[in-house]
Nanobody, 118 residues
């Protein structure tokens, strides 16, 4: 069955770093564009970063540009989010999202908590 499993979340101090991973299984990973979303308490889910199915194109929310880097390894069916210079406002549940390049099929992961606090 289809699975998107996030890992790497946790508690970090402001200015620190975390690396999130999203391991995919049950579908052809290289056919899907991938994204990271996040949702803070009381707020709507927002797009953080996205990457094309080949990895050749990336996009970032203005709030994370220059601090976060999205990447993927199609051989390992895994997507990553390197988060540096973390701020308290980055605190949220981070979700992995897959969207097939041609069509409407999509999948969500279960989320991983990131807390930035001193």
């Amino acid at each position: 069955q289809v699975q998107l499993v996030e890992s790497g979340g946790g508690l970090v101090q402001p200015g620190g770093s975390l690396r999130l991973s999203c391991a995919a299984s049950g579908f052809t990973f290289s056919f899907y564009a991938m994204s990271w979303y996040r949702q803070a308490p009381g707020k709507e889910r927002e797009l953080v970063a996205s990457i094309s199915n080949t990895g050749g194109t990336t996009n970032y929310a203005d709030s994370v540009k220059g601090r976060f880097t999205i990447s993927r390894d199609n051989a390992k069916n895994t997507m990553y989010l390197q988060m540096n210079s973390l701020k308290p406002e980055d605190t949220a549940v981070y979700y992995c999202y897959a969207k097939i390049v041609f069509g409407v099929r999509d999948y969500w992961g279960q989320g991983t908590q990131v807390t930035v606090s001193s």
